[in-house]
């Protein structure tokens, strides 16, 4: 079994606009963060599917980036919505678990694309391919804060 963590959170309020940091959040299920662009439907990739109400990465994804690859990465350019500290992600894949009292439900890997190379200028693709997060519904209401404990529901 492992304990998780919310090392940070991160929303944009526009497609392609910058990631702004948030010490928490509202999670709505059906839209995703209060004021994120894909809970405003303004995300550059943007369907009214429960894939797209949020993001989430490990944070040692972020870091074997930096050391394997020689490509610094910080935490919001990732443009993914939660970082996480010891939480393996892709087993999450078609299970439910909570971040704080948010219940979520992971859908499927979040992998790099060429639109997350073109933002960053950085070469992320192969150092991100299949760590680049998991996309999740939200299935519960409520608050998400930074240093919420993530954890796995059986």
């Known amino acids: 079994m492992w304990n998780g ?3 940070s959170i991160y929303i944009a309020s526009a497609a392609q606009g910058p990631m702004q940091a948030l010490a928490q ?9 209060e004021g994120d662009r894909y809970a405003l439907k303004l ?5 009214p599917k429960p894939d797209y109400e949020l993001t989430l990465i490990e944070a040692e994804a972020i870091e074997a980036l930096r050391r394997d690859y020689q ?3 910080a935490a919001g350019e990732t ?9 393996p992600l892709n087993h999450l894949v078609g ?16 992998e790099p694309c ?17 760590r680049g997060g998991l996309r999740a519904q939200i299935l519960t209401p409520g608050t998400i804060r930074a240093g919420d404990v993530v954890s796995f529901m059986p």
């Open 71 to 73: 490509v610094e990465l």
């Open 5 to 7: 963590t919310v090392e």
């Open 79 to 87: 443009r993914r919505n939660i970082v996480t500290r010891n939480v």
């Open 43 to 47: 995300g550059t990739f943007y369907k």
């Open 25 to 33: 959040v509202v999670a709505i299920p059906g839209e995703g963060l």
């Open 95 to 110: 299970r439910e678990f909570a971040i704080g009292d948010v219940r979520i439900r992971g859908i499927r890997l979040c």
């Open 114 to 130: 060429d639109h997350l190379q073109k933002l960053t200028g950085k070469p992320v693709i192969k150092g991100l391919l299949h």
